[in-house]
């Protein structure tokens, strides 16, 4: 919402100045999004008197000046069409940077003569795009003085942002209200004495709504016929106060019913009374049926919305837009003018169906006050009779205007008891009159009416507000929570925990962690499991970003992808974050993802780096579960991770079949290649919210710890076996061989080739033992060895290695 | 008998010997069985007793005095053989380390670990609920009437309608999980919920995911001075500074009232905003005390129970503190930036150690 400070004038009278105009509107609600001073931005372009022009001798359409700037006598070369003796213009001197072009001037010779600043276009001041010639003052214009007070440009520009909740805001009458309320001066009425009564209306106004149940889409209807006006260029004034607001002037009836749009908050519509056929009717709009708006557009209804029509069909929405086809023009004569109340609900409904945004409706979507339209015929009338002459008829009145009244009970010590201030009462009963209140009663039973433009205040807190916001917000007091407890307590609950160690310990591990979208493309959210209609996006913000991302890895592939044409090939990625398996509430799961893409790490001179492989997905998958205090060696690793894995090189971690903590490994080679990026890349996912929670109760106590004063000893083996022999489970085998002694199965060698045949593989471990209460002897260490041969002969059909 | 020539001929050979293999050979023939020197001490029994009386001390000095010549010696041999050693054995110790690489923590966890630590000392707890939400719990439940122009400027990214008409959608903010919170448990409560939000806005300064942090705080006798001075207690702490300036200025949200927006005192030089310095304001977030309606929605009295809420953008605060210039990079994953911007996973914050390096 944009005014000029002489406008708000129009409506407070006050003495403030524009800096605590501009501090007092933030103050109270209406937050100050810039301010345009176009006469402090052009205070260097100054009035200047055309004392001489005369051709250039070298060119023809160059005229040489002689200036007068207040300040001496500049010579000017100038190229315009309309420079000539003895006009006034605006003159920049050398050293200025027009604001129009960026350029700075400085002393020149056009065709070898001299020139010294320049005479401007409105295009060279930024005013507009006019730049057929330069800008003509009134010959009357004083020389030297700053040319922006001379033609009105001396009025600051204000933009307020209006919440939704302050419709009456949309006109500077409320904007005025507001301020005197908070003491910034007083409002000024304005004139909504009745007008017309010349003559009957020949165009009359009949609700014709199919659905009784829909006629509050538009209750109620004023209208006004006003004949024999003269429809030219709004006069002088009303063209500065719409331009300076950004409004382009089209002609006296149309720049009224802006103005009052802005002026006071009511939209109005002018109808050309020569071209409406029959009576107007106001109704819902049947699906097929079509107009031309004011906008040149073809509108096609889609039925349900409040149109407004005549015997030759509809013409346009109503409080949304007008209709072409009875529009007002130059030859217009005859006007019927409208004041009317549209349904907030159906004129957004109609609004975004069509995609028409228009002051209108931006008003009427928010609540317009309903008792403007009374008041709203009357000056809409006066205003077109005094500015297009004619007379006006008798007022068409259909419907009745909504009764929104209601009185709501205002304690005065709520003001403190939420709002946080102490306000006095006559205080309190001052401001709430000030914004237009009825108040009755006192002290906690005041009974406080609300008046018709304040839509938004239906209860206590809304009155509380008032109160403390034109009090001012400054004079809360600042208090303090109580404090809970002594010493704070964890705010976290063990699974939050969990997701905080899991991303330091990956980051731990060398891996950089990512925050990507939670949604995807529907063709990658179909590689990873996803993809179910459920979780489209029935408008995202591109078909890139339509799907709930099912895993977090692809999003991290791509990004690596990313990475890599950026020249990070090899790269190391996570993030712990949401997936999502269904649109229920319990359907999001929070995992722990990561990728390993390429080598190791750059060529170093002390350390080779190696392709990453399915092992270092599973060293970051079992760090992580270390990490939130899982027994890793308590859990089982298998096979069966999801299809977007290399099935012969993945896994997953887990803790019986049911209970899946992990997976990990290479991913599938032609999910690579869908994603367009080349492997080596290896994944891992750890499913956060699977990892069993501590018991409720724990205790910080250890267990107390036991070593062994005795010589611990190690004895190698290198078995043969089966290729398709799990190593989990030959080491399973050594240890079941002495439960007590043996306390590791360290594996320190693999081999696979030729020199044991095809199917077989060589696994050399090293066993621990561990005695607690003597030293063993050579005899018992044999002893030992022989069950750890035998066990891994009977279960995996190992044989030592010859 | 010449003892003082014996001793002078002896540690001669061994002060010549010029390796400890040379000392072990010099250690033999002047102390060993066959040295002179066991040759003179074998022939003492054969003295009498006046003589030997005389004789035998000598020869035990002079044995030891060969002791320890032989182990000055050893010793001096031994410095010098460490020293060539070391001479020997110069690495060049401007060569790199072998390479261990550390990762990052991206800001917005790194910043949720900061805001919950605060709050954590101020007794709230962490709360946290779906992204894809019900229209009841992202917008009727917080006083969102419908049609209003309130849910137009969310922007809300919406899912295809179910067979009984229902359409989820992606929350647009974080109060929703007010809403789930006081539906499942019982006042008072002192609640954050960070996490993702959406709405479907993309531009230079938007994106459509972003992450917020709301506040929720239900009890008896609280009023929007809790309000003020909470938040102002958060930003001094968050942002590591004694005085932050802040304002409130009346706003409009369905689901407070009264409502506020607040502003933090900056400065903006040369692009670069700074927080505690300058006379400019920056909008950081809206707050405002919880809507009657909202605690009628959740079953609760709101003439028993009363209470504010806050929203703030997470990522925002974050670019403000650290001075991150651009959003959108929050979401590219490029390590570059990771690298940059992001946090050492050991930079872990506390109260007690700081929030920031």
């Known amino acids: 919402m944009k005014l000029t400070l002489g406008w708000l004038k129009d409506h407070l009278e006050t003495d403030a100045t524009l800096e605590q105009v501009l501090e007092k509107l933030t103050a109270v609600g209406l937050e100050v999004e810039s301010v345009t001073d176009r006469a402090a931005e052009l205070a260097d372009y100054t009035v200047a008197h055309v004392v001489e022009a005369v051709p250039h001798p070298d060119a023809d359409r160059l005229r040489v000046c002689k200036v007068d700037t207040g300040s001496g006598i500049e010579q000017v070369v100038c190229g315009a069409p309309n420079a000539r003796t003895g006009m006034k213009g605006v003159f920049a001197r050398s050293g200025l940077t027009i604001p129009g072009t960026g350029l700075t001037l400085k002393p020149t010779k056009i065709r070898g003569v001299e020139s010294n600043g320049m005479l401007v276009s409105e295009r060279e001041m930024g005013l507009s795009n006019e730049h057929d010639g330069i800008i003509e003052l009134a010959t009357d214009a004083p020389v030297g003085v700053p040319f922006a007070g001379v033609v009105g440009l001396d009025d600051p520009v204000i933009e307020v942002a209006i919440t939704p909740n302050r419709q009456e805001c949309l006109g500077i009458h409320g904007i005025a209200r507001d301020l005197a309320a908070a003491g910034l001066g007083t409002l000024k009425p304005f004139n909504r004495d009745p007008v017309g009564g010349a003559f009957p209306s020949p165009i009359g106004v009949r609700f014709t709504f199919d659905d009784p149940a829909t006629a509050d889409a538009c209750p109620v209807f004023h209208g006004c016929y006003v004949r024999g006006v003269k429809n030219g260029p709004s006069p002088e004034w009303m063209q500065r106060r719409l331009k300076a607001i950004g409004l382009r002037p089209i002609s006296t009836l149309v720049d009224i019913t802006n103005f009052v749009t802005y002026d006071l908050g009511r939209p109005l519509h002018v109808f050309d009374a020569d071209k409406v056929q029959g009576d107007i009717q106001v109704r819902l709009g049947r699906e097929g049926e079509s107009f031309v708006a004011l906008d040149d557009r073809t509108y096609e209804m889609a039925g349900g919305e409040c149109v407004i029509a005549d015997d030759s069909g509809a013409h346009g929405f109503g409080g949304v837009m007008g209709g072409a086809a009875n529009g007002c023009t130059a030859e217009t004569v005859n006007v019927f003018i409208e004041s009317a109340w549209f349904d907030p609900v159906r004129t957004a409904q109609t609004g975004r169906r069509h995609g028409i945004d228009s002051d209108a409706r931006y008003r009427f979507e928010r609540g317009v006050d309903p008792e403007s339209v009374a008041w709203g015929i009357h000056v809409a009338a006066r205003l077109v009779t005094e500015l297009c002459g004619g007379e006006a008829s008798d007022i068409v009145q259909t419907g009745a205007i909504p009764d929104q009244s209601r009185t709501l009970r205002l304690r005065q010590s709520r003001i403190a008891s939420l709002g946080g201030v102490q306000v006095p009462e006559a205080e309190t009963r001052r401001i709430l009159t000030a914004l237009g209140f009825g108040v009755e009663g006192e002290g906690e039973d005041m009974q406080v009416s609300v008046p018709s433009w304040r839509v938004d205040v239906d209860g206590e807190a809304d009155l509380v507000e008032d109160v403390v916001r034109i009090f001012g917000y400054d004079h809360i007091e600042t208090v303090q929570l109580p404090r809970l407890s002594d010493v704070a307590t964890p705010s976290l609950t063990a699974a939050q925990r969990n997701v905080r160690t899991a991303r330091r310990s990956l980051a731990a591990r060398g891996m950089y962690e990512c925050v990507t979208w939670s949604f995807l493309p529907l063709a990658q959210a179909e590689l990873f499991g996803g993809g179910d209609a459920a979780l489209r996006l029935a408008n995202p913000i591109s078909a890139d970003l339509d799907c709930m991302r099912p895993s977090l890895l692809p999003n991290l592939i791509t990004a690596a992808a990313r990475n890599s044409a950026r020249g990070n090939g090899d790269i190391a990625l996570f993030e712990v974050g949401p997936q999502y398996r269904s649109d229920a509430p319990d359907g999001q799961d929070t995992v722990a993802g990561g990728i390993r893409r390429g080598r190791t790490g750059d060529r170093h001179w002390a350390a080779s780096p190696r392709a990453v492989d399915a092992f270092d997905a599973k060293a970051d998958s079992e760090a992580l579960l270390n990490a939130v205090g899982l027994d890793t060696s308590k859990v089982q690793i298998a096979r069966g991770a999801s299809d977007w894995y290399h099935p012969g090189r993945s896994g997953v971690i887990q803790l019986g079949p049911k209970l899946r903590l992990a997976q990990f490994g290479e991913i599938h080679p032609a999910v690579l290649e869908e994603l367009d990026i080349k492997g080596p890349l290896v994944g891992f996912e750890v499913f956060m919210d699977a990892i069993p929670q501590p018991k409720a109760g724990r205790k910080t106590t250890r267990p107390p710890l036991t070593v062994s004063d005795f010589q611990a000893v190690t004895r190698d083996f290198a078995f043969v076996v089966s290729r398709d022999v799990a190593v989990a489970d030959m080491i399973r085998a050594a240890r079941g061989a002495d439960r007590n002694l043996i306390t590791a199965v360290d594996i320190f060698d693999l081999y696979e080739g030729e020199r044991i045949g095809a199917d077989a593989k060589s696994v050399a471990m090293s066993v621990r033992l561990e005695p607690m209460d003597r030293t063993l002897t050579d005899k018992e260490i044999d002893a030992v060895g022989e069950k750890v041969i035998a066990n891994m002969a009977k279960s995996v059909d190992a044989s030592l290695r010859g | ?357």
């Open chain 2, 1 to 357: 008998m010449d003892i003082e020539k014996l001793k002078a001929d002896l540690i001669g050979q061994i002060t010549d010997a010029g390796n400890l293999g040379d000392l072990e050979a010099a250690r033999v023939a002047t102390l060993g069985k066959k040295s002179r020197l066991s040759e003179v001490m074998r022939g003492l029994g054969k003295m009498d007793p006046a003589e030997r009386q005389q004789v035998a001390p000598r020869l035990n000095a002079l044995k030891n005095a060969l002791n320890q010549a032989i182990d000055d010696r050893r010793g001096a041999l031994k410095r010098a053989e460490l020293e060539v050693r070391l001479a020997a054995e110069q690495v060049d110790i401007t060569l790199p380390a072998r390479p261990e690489v550390t990762g990052r923590i991206h800001p917005v966890s790194q910043v949720v670990d900061e805001i919950t630590e605060i709050f954590a000392d101020m007794g709230f707890a962490i709360a946290e609920g779906p992204d894809i939400e019900d229209d009841f719990h992202n917008f009727t439940a917080l006083n969102f009437p419908p049609a209003h122009p309130a849910r137009d400027m969310h922007d809300t990214f919406f899912f295809d309608p179910k067979e009984d008409g229902e359409r989820m959608l992606l929350r647009t903010h974080t109060s929703s999980v007010q809403i789930r919170t006081m539906e499942t448990q019982d006042p008072p409560h002192r609640i954050v919920i960070p996490g993702r939000t959406y709405r479907s806005d993309s531009d230079m300064t938007h994106t459509p995911m972003f992450h917020q942090i709301e506040g929720l705080v239900i009890d008896r006798n609280l009023h929007m001075g809790h309000l003020k001075g909470t938040l102002e207690a958060f930003s001094r702490a968050f942002f590591e500074l004694d005085e932050v300036r802040m304002r409130f200025r009346p706003s409009y949200f369905p689901f407070t009232e009264p409502s506020a927006e607040v502003d933090i005192g900056c400065s903006f030089d040369k692009g670069q905003i700074r927080i505690g310095e300058g006379t400019d304001w920056l909008e950081i977030l809206g707050c405002g005390m919880v809507h009657p309606n909202v605690l009628r929605a959740c079953g609760l009295d709101p003439e028993e129970w009363q209470g504010f809420a806050w929203g703030m953008g997470i990522d925002r605060i974050a670019m403000l503190k650290y001075g991150i210039p651009d959003l959108r990079a929050f979401f590219d994953s490029d390590v570059r930036w990771l690298r940059h911007y992001g946090f050492q996973p050991t930079d872990v914050p506390s109260l007690g150690g700081g929030l920031s390096r």
